[in-house]
């Protein structure tokens, strides 16, 4: 499957943003997905993840919950990442990525296979 993350961009603080990762070549309803973001000179970090198929289980960075939400349109092959409220400090690349199955390390970035190119997210102040 390959993936391509979309819908970044220059917000204020408090702002509102959805980010998009639509997939091709397979079905997404076949993958769980995590958004995971990388700021400049950090590391990559786990943002938010969706189950598959139809995303019953949902999970978050304690630094996102309340503020993003998860949500996966398999009709669309899309996965969306909400982000509202957003602060200078979600300043980052996001990725979206792609694994099969439902259990494990779901915040690992090593557990998932497919990755997207990723979309630049600036917050200013």
């Known amino acids: 499957v390959q993936l391509q993350a979309y819908g970044g961009g220059l917000v204020q603080a408090g702002d509102s943003l959805i980010l998009s990762c639509a997939a091709s070549?397979?079905?997404?309803?076949?993958?769980?997905v995590g958004w995971f973001r990388q700021a400049p000179e950090k590391e990559r970090e786990f943002v938010a993840f969706i189950s598959w198929p139809s995303g019953t289980k949902r999970y978050y960075a304690d630094s996102v919950k309340g503020r993003f939400t998860i949500s996966r349109d398999n009709g669309k092959n899309t996965v969306f990442l909400q982000m509202n409220g957003l602060k200078p400090e979600d300043t980052a690349v996001y990725y979206c990525a792609a694994r099969q199955g439902n259990n494990g390390r779901y915040s690992y970035t090593g557990d998932y296979r497919y990755w997207g190119q990723g979309t630049l997210v600036t917050v200013s102040s």
């Open positions: 070549g397979h079905a997404l309803s076949s993958y769980a």
